[in-house]
């Protein structure tokens, strides 16, 4: 008789015609994704994980799924079986504890500049301290004035936030990228990049910068579903460390905090791009047919949609580059927007011009 097997396990053990249970989308993200990191640290014979860990939704997240891989690993596999496995050398008459593990596989770096705050350095380092994890803190201001010394000399003109926003936000975020990979290069570790599918469909990251990494565990996945899994796993998988990131707003921090900056201001509400992601990409529909069937959804001035609409697609078309570039990620429902193995796009093409002309019309 044909063998049934668990589902969602970090082993394949053999059962009698079992039926898996149903359990919730928030617990079956975590489950996944667990085994996920498990099967990808395992097999690419590495030493750990290395992240830098920024105190926000993103790199709390998987930080926690780090944390979670150790937890379930222990009670699925046994401390011994585990640690064979990922290559820890344990001495069984006195083995490691759960967070003494979590510090031997999950490194992290919490990488200032004079625009982060506070708050976001304590929402790391509680986190880091929470699970077990390593964590490092440096300032890299002395990097970021380096390079624009550099520029501003050949260029013959001071940078400023009025003429140069863009460029002297992506030099902070870029200058993050050598330290962390040298300390991920040190560690003989993977380093992993904190992308999710939202900012992928927009182009919301730093190429070379906060894009950077081995493998990406949340880029299949929205960023209303990372805020909405960090609140749930703060109660249900009893991780209080997530309390400080929980009370953050989401925001990269890269300009001054004169100038405050969130990531819904620099784009729109994150259930927006949700919305209008699942109508343009996975089910094809035109700027015009996606108007129509928001403007009876939502209570939103039909000039403000129509914004939002033309902003998506432009930043979708205008940013397929990025998306080629991405680290690869795990496919954790029935949607991806990795072009390497799920939703092809051309990197050039005519921006949905004549379509989004149509929805001025209406």
């Known amino acids: 008789m044909k063998q049934d097997f668990q589902v969602l396990s970090f082993e394949l053990i053999p059962q009698k015609q079992k039926i898996a249970p149903v359990i919730s989308k928030e617990e079956e993200f975590t489950q996944a994704s667990a085994i996920a990191l498990f099967d990808y640290l395992r097999k690419s014979k590495s030493k750990g994980f290395v992240l830098s860990l920024s105190g926000g939704a993103d790199s709390s997240s998987i930080a926690v799924l780090v944390a979670e891989m150790v937890t379930r690993g222990l009670k699925e596999l046994g401390h011994s079986s585990f640690c064979q496995k990922i290559g820890i050398v344990c001495d069984e008459n006195s083995p490691f504890s759960e967070k003494e593990l979590v510090g031997k596989l999950l490194t992290t770096a919490y990488q200032s500049t004079k625009n982060s705050s506070y708050d976001t350095f304590e929402s790391a380092k509680t986190l880091a301290r929470s699970l077990g994890a390593v964590f490092y803190n440096w300032n890299i201001d002395d990097e970021v004035a380096s390079y624009t010394h550099k520029i501003e000399i050949a260029i013959g003109r001071k940078l400023t936030w009025e003429q140069d926003d863009v460029t002297l936000q992506n030099i902070q975020a870029r200058s993050r990228s050598p330290i962390i990979w040298m300390l991920a290069n040190l560690n003989n570790a993977l380093l992993l990049n904190t992308s999710n599918r939202s900012e992928g469909d927009v182009g919301y990251t730093t190429m070379d910068g906060d894009s950077s990494g081995s493998i990406s565990p949340i880029a299949g996945v929205d960023k209303s579903f990372v ?136």
């Open 227 to 362: 805020l909405h899994w960090l609140r749930w796993a703060e109660k249900n998988l009893d991780r209080a460390g997530l309390a400080p990131v929980n009370a953050l707003q989401p925001s990269a921090e890269l300009r001054p905090q004169d100038r405050t900056q969130t990531d819904e201001a620099d784009l729109m509400p994150y259930s927006i791009i949700l919305k209008i992601e699942k109508l343009a990409i996975k089910e094809k529909k035109s700027p015009l047919d996606i108007f129509l069937i928001l403007n009876s959804e939502l209570d939103l001035p039909k000039n403000i949609l129509k914004e939002y609409i033309k902003k998506f697609f432009r930043l979708w078309a205008r940013n397929q580059w990025k998306r080629e570039r991405l680290a690869p990620s795990f496919h954790l429902d029935e949607f991806n927007i990795d072009p390497k193995t799920w939703y092809r796009f051309p990197i050039l093409s005519g921006g949905f011009a004549e379509e989004l002309e149509l929805l001025d019309t209406f």
